[in-house]
């Protein structure tokens, strides 16, 4: 177990993999094929000596949070070596995906399930991206039980789409979406893309027991063991935040909201209240939920007609699924009693800090210490000085990570742990 942990940290699973199906391999498009242009990036393989600028960073100091090793890390970030290290380029994937069994082999995939445990829990994945780092995240959270639906943003550029196309092409339980939206930013189609990604993976197998949507900034704090182990423990229930919902947000639900151009705006219009009188509460966009409660979304009258009645409102994701959760007859809900109400911090889908809950060591009005990276639309983009914290919670995955950001010193220290 603590071998495969350590593994799984590092992202160096060391295994042998087998050729991916040939029909799969034909059904992508023709790209052509330069092996040239693959050695000039023979430093994205994984060597067993684990070679990279991220070797000079000592995890472990980093994980007792020693001032040096938090520093050193950090100013590694601003290397040349290291930017090259973490952007991999959209023709990288587009080449080396031309061979399937080379690509899965060099970016260490597990061919098998690492135990049967695992086998007889698989899980299915809702991964919502608009950006490369996909692959990043899809190898940490990869086993070949799982099932993995893809959602690219119709407004990604061709080659991110093009790059993505050809690492879904080299796995037979790793797909693209088969109706893809232009994602808004606090609108509906942001719950459409997953709504999508829900009724493929609920009708491409009937083994799968829990569901989980991520996005591309999302990382995994759990091995697939563990997060099996977590989910198993729920018994047939759900993990998302679900609360009685503010006078600071009931705006949201009140009034009718249009996309214009792109973007979420007033319509002017004061919304009817919600089908069958349900109640409306409060929570986020992302869920670990039962096969169950995902068939309910798909054929429940009451769910159907809430959805509809919800496609004009303010930021749907962080109410729709949490309101979902409290309808009577939902496998795995809980009744719309107050006394039931579920935090993020108690839910164990996801981690996030927001700026506004940040505080100093010590301090009883804060949830959570003081972010140590940059903040994103008031988020905390992880530093290294997070890592220490992050492994001590219960969360499945935290958000945000992101490459393109100088903070997030945190990928050198998460490589190397």
Not at 7 to 25: A, E, I
Not at 330 to 339: A, D, E, F, M, Y
Not at 392 to 400: D, E, G, P, S, T
Request: aromatic share 12%; charged share 20%.
């Amino acid at each position: 177990m603590r071998l495969v942990k350590r593994r799984f940290l590092k992202l160096l699973l060391l295994s042998v993999v087998l050729c991916s199906l040939w029909m799969l391999r034909a059904s992508r498009p023709k790209m052509s094929w330069n092996p040239s242009y693959i050695m000039g990036y023979s430093w994205l393989e994984y060597t067993n000596d684990d070679g990279g600028p991220e070797k000079v960073c000592n995890c472990s100091a980093i994980l007792r949070g020693e001032t040096g090793a938090l520093e050193q890390a950090k100013l590694l970030t601003i290397t040349k070596d290291f930017k090259k290290s973490v952007q991999i380029p959209d023709e990288y994937y587009v080449n080396a995906t031309q061979d399937c069994s080379q690509f899965k082999i060099s970016r260490k995939y597990l061919p098998y399930p690492l135990s049967q445990e695992e086998e007889d829990f698989p899980l299915a994945y809702s991964m919502v991206v608009h950006h490369k780092n996909f692959e990043r995240l899809l190898r940490a959270i990869y086993s070949p039980q799982n099932i993995y639906c893809v959602h690219v943003d119709k407004i990604s550029d061709i080659s991110v789409f093009s790059a993505i196309m050809g690492i879904t092409s080299c796995f037979p339980n790793v797909f693209m979406v088969s109706k893809s939206v232009s994602v808004v930013y606090a609108a509906w189609p942001r719950v459409q893309a997953d709504l999508n990604c829900m009724a493929d993976l609920y009708n491409a197998s009937t083994t799968w027991k829990y569901f989980i949507n991520l996005c591309g900034q999302d990382f995994p704090l759990k091995t697939n063991l563990e997060i099996v182990r977590m989910l198993r423990s729920l018994r047939g229930g759900n993990s998302l935040e679900s609360e009685q919902i503010g006078g600071g947000k009931k705006w949201r639900v009140t009034n009718a909201y249009q996309i214009v151009d792109g973007q979420i705006q007033a319509s002017g219009k004061v919304k009817d209240p919600p089908p069958f009188n349900l109640p409306i509460m409060s929570g986020n966009a992302y869920i670990a939920v039962s096969r169950g409660y995902v068939c309910s979304v798909l054929e429940d009258n009451r769910i159907q007609a809430l959805i509809e009645w919800a496609k004009d409102t303010y930021s749907p994701d962080e109410f729709l699924w949490a309101t979902i959760q409290r309808i009577p007859g939902v496998p795995g809900s809980t009744w719309p009693n107050s006394k039931y109400d579920m935090t993020d911090i108690n839910a164990i889908t996801r981690l996030v800090k927001w700026a506004w809950h940040e505080g100093s060591q010590g301090s009883l009005e804060a949830v959570y210490p003081e972010c140590h990276g940059n903040h994103v639309r008031s988020i905390c983009v992880y530093g290294a000085g997070d890592l220490q914290w992050l492994l001590k919670q219960h969360h499945l995955f935290a958000n945000k990570f992101d490459t393109r950001h100088r903070s997030h010193s945190l990928s050198t220290a998460w490589r190397s742990t």
